[in-house]
């Protein structure tokens, strides 16, 4: 059933709300005298969903005792679409403005309902493994334009199959947890030998992730076709990098410390279902793809991303408004290139979708390719400047649909880069 898009609900929501009643977002909080469990979001309220289902609410839909009562979603995500859409519609139907169910009851909305002020909001699931993209044609384009032969930007491999790698899963944190500057092995051009110490070009990449609701067997495949069954929804990723560091550890195997040191994530996971409204045709891919990778219908989706740097002490200053619709590789093309091998997948995995860049100056994802490796500094509004990030920085990632009067959003990403320990 199809999210009715005039619906209104009785909590009070913003025009320019990320979080209106068509979004029900999942996530994981805990107050102050609770411990973690599942919520949603309307508006500026976060919803418990177990304190929901302990009033009865869901009992109609036959879930496992203490499902939201858990500090991931992970058991929840792993009962299938057949169950997470009834409960989105329920939810929806609850909060609905001519329901009086729980409207109506001020004792049972004390239990249900908390100000997003007193709240904090944790790692929704458990990630088991995280794979990195490098899907956007123009980020590509821009690094191999930096680093390699100019006429030849592109390795011959990247217009026949989503470029990826394996990354760190343990350094995924949630919005609002600080990363302190890496520390590694880097070589300037003109130095003999590397030196070690604090990286000086810590940057950002504006990244979505989804997130695969739905395991897979060692051995299988999951065609195009059947791969958004196996997503859930997804999240804004802000993979942090080390660019002197990554500049000389890639070759031969790719990402390793300038990648793994922190990867920040905003907390509410946004369904499929959600952005249904906003699928739009991806870019022509030239040439065709082989028949595992080829796919039918809209797989991308229209989401306007920002990034802002806030100096300590000053205000924030947009710096990239780029959108996930130029994406070249679709997630539907990213999960069966994943799959085709064989590899298996379990529910809670990630999946970045590769820095989000576009084809206009103030679309390009990174720093890297914002200040163009530092020969284009970005001037702040204090008079300084910035190549990459400067230690106290806070980055700020936000991610929203928008569709005549509905708006979706996925809320923001937080990160603060402090010194380097010591």
Known sequence: MEMDLMMKSWIEVGSESDFPIQNIPFGIFRTQDGGARAATRIGDVVVDLHALALDGFFDGLGLPPGIFNRDTLNPFIALGKSVTRPVRELIAEIFSEGNPELRDHPEKRARVLFPVTETEMLM????????????????????????????????????????????RSSSIVISGTNIHRPKGQTKTDTADLPEFGPSRQVDFELELAFITGKKSELGDSVPTAEAEDYIFGLVIFNDLSARDIQRWEYVPLGPFLAKNFGSVVSPWIVTLEALEPFRVPGPKQVPAVLPYLQSEGNHNFDVQLDVLIRPENQQEQRVCHSNYKYMYWNLAQQLAHQTVNGCNINVGDMYGSGTISGPMPDTLGSMLEIAWKGTRPVKMADGSERKYIHDNDTIIMRGYCRKEKLRIGFGEVVTKILPAKP
């Open 124 to 167: 929704p699931v458990k990630v088991g493994d995280y794979t990195d993209f490098y899907s956007s044609i123009e980020h590509a384009t821009n690094v191999g334009i930096m680093f390699r032969d100019p006429a030849n930007a592109l390795f011959p491999n990247w217009k026949h199959l989503p470029v990826g790698y394996h990354g």
